[in-house]
């Protein structure tokens, strides 16, 4: 049997490693453009921030550790296309100019992401940068070294952690969104509130509410930032507004979401025969809403990548679905969410009732103690959970794993009233935190 994948960062390095394992016999071929694998980006923001000191630790695998598996492994080579009928691919030698076609009888896609890049006058400029891989990381390093103006453009995930890692070194710093509040697609004002609160009393500028429509410039390097509402001054730029699928080439070959995430089912199969995706490339259905999103995690990367190792000749392993849980550390704030926002539900139609708790998560004879915030969403008739979200200066983020539990199995707000959890007062009171949101509903 021969293999071929194409790209290899979360989800090919998944899907090469479990296929080496499984397909003892098989002939297998990686093809990815750059010359490292498994870069972690999610280190982007601790690396620049200088909590990572040496980047090498942000990989965790490399061409040799595939090649070693008996993976033929082809750095600097570019997939140009796809002939699925007659399950061939072309191919670029990035390093000699040569383009040649290879053959495959399995083929599993993982070409990922990449950023959204806004039509913005002056965007040709230097200095405006993208935050995605590992040569993107270098290139802000570098860039940010004498400078001390830093404007982020996307408050999500990526750029509020930029914010924060350019403050902690020292830089004057504007993050920039159209949307009035920051992660606003993650977490509910009564969360967010609390989070910008953060940002600003260490001094980070928020230009919320306002487009970004012109980037000015001297000697060709940007220099200011200009939106609806103002002028921010900027000696670098970061964009990061949103990732798409590197899908391009298979525009109108494969089922995709309008948006060219690739429809799989739920052995990562897509519309076409022995053609397998996995990753940012492709769709995944979200158990909240039971329907197809785009939600590029690593976590549903590395998952999707070894599930189609593991289907590729049978279906063996069906995909549980995915609540897209998250977490994120602002200053001292420990956040997480999975599923739906309440904003978020209701914009969808979603029939639904929210719970919020606010507790010290121990008992108040101990010695210290920190407040937690827990909300979590459920609908209105059938009391089936469909998010949650927590926020305290004590890590208590993996309760909102508990909840991705409660979400994938369609368990109710009744039953998180009632599940058995430990009590120990090093740890919680005698009605955990989970229980006391699921209690106070009924
Ligand atoms: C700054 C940042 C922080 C993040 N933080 C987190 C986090 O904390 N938690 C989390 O779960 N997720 C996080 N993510 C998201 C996570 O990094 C992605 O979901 C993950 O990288 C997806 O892996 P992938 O293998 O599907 O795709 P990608 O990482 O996009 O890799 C695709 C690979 O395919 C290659 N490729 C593409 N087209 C071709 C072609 N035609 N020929 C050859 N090679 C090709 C590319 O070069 C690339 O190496 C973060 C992302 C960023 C950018």
């Not at 397909?23 to 200088?50: H, P, W």
């Not at 919020?356 to 004879?365: G, S, V």
């Not at 827990?374 to 983020?397: M, N, P």
Request: hydrophobic share 40%; charged share 25%; glycine share 8%.
């Amino acid at each position: 049997m021969k293999i071929i994948i194409i790209g290899c960062t979360h989800a090919g390095t998944a899907a090469a490693i479990n296929t080496s394992k499984l397909y003892k016999d098989a002939q297998i071929t990686v093809y990815e453009r750059n010359d490292t694998i498994s870069f972690l980006s999610c280190g982007i923001a601790l690396y620049v921030g200088g909590v990572v000191k040496d980047v090498r630790g942000l990989f965790y695998s490399s061409p040799e550790q595939l090649r070693e598996l008996g993976i033929n492994t082809k750095m600097k080579h570019d997939v140009l296309d796809v002939d699925f009928d007659n399950k061939k691919i072309r191919v670029k030698n990035l390093e000699t100019g040569e383009e040649f076609i290879d053959n495959y009888d399995k083929l599993i896609i993982t070409t990922g992401s990449w950023p959204i890049i806004p039509k913005i006058e002056g965007y040709e400029l230097q200095n405006i940068l993208l935050s995605k891989n590992y040569y993107h990381a270098n290139e802000i390093i570098k860039s940010v070294e004498n400078i001390q103006n830093v404007v982020v453009i996307g408050a999500g995930y990526i750029g509020v952690e930029l914010a924060e890692a350019f403050r902690e070194k020292g830089k004057n710093v504007t993050l920039i969104d159209t949307q009035d509040r920051i992660l606003s697609k993650y977490l509910d004002k009564e969360f967010t509130d609390l989070a910008e609160d953060a940002l600003k009393k260490n001094g980070i500028n928020l230009a919320l509410s306002q487009t970004v429509v012109k980037f000015e410039g001297e000697d060709g390097k940007v220099k200011r930032v200009i939106t609806d509402k103002g002028q921010y001054d900027a000696d670098v730029v970061i964009v990061c507004v949103g990732f798409k699928p590197s899908t391009e080439m298979f525009k109108g070959k494969l089922d995709m979401l309008p948006n060219g995430a690739i429809i799989v089912d739920e052995y990562m199969r897509t519309s076409k025969r022995d053609v397998f995706a996995a990753g940012d490339c492709a769709a995944v259905w979200y158990n909240p809403t039971k329907s197809y999103e785009y939600i590029p995690l690593a976590t549903n990367a590395v998952r999707m990548g070894t599930l189609a190792a593991r289907n590729l000749v049978d279906n063996n392993i069906k995909w549980r679905g995915t609540q897209g849980t998250s977490g994120i550390k602002i200053y001292d704030l420990n956040i997480a969410s999975t599923g739906l926002i309440e904003e978020v539900a209701k914009g969808k139609g979603l029939n639904v009732q929210t719970v919020t708790i606010e507790d010290n998560y121990r008992p108040e004879f101990m010695p210290t103690y920190e407040k937690a915030k827990l909300k979590v969403v459920f609908e209105k008739e059938t009391g089936r959970i469909v998010g949650a979200q927590i926020l305290s200066k004590h890590d208590l983020t993996s309760l909102m794993n508990i909840m991705s539990v409660f979400i994938q199995n369609e368990m109710t707000i009744e039953d998180l009233a009632f599940t058995d959890f430990f009590f120990q007062p090093h740890f919680n009171k005698p009605w955990n935190l989970l229980n006391l949101a699921g209690l106070s509903t009924l």
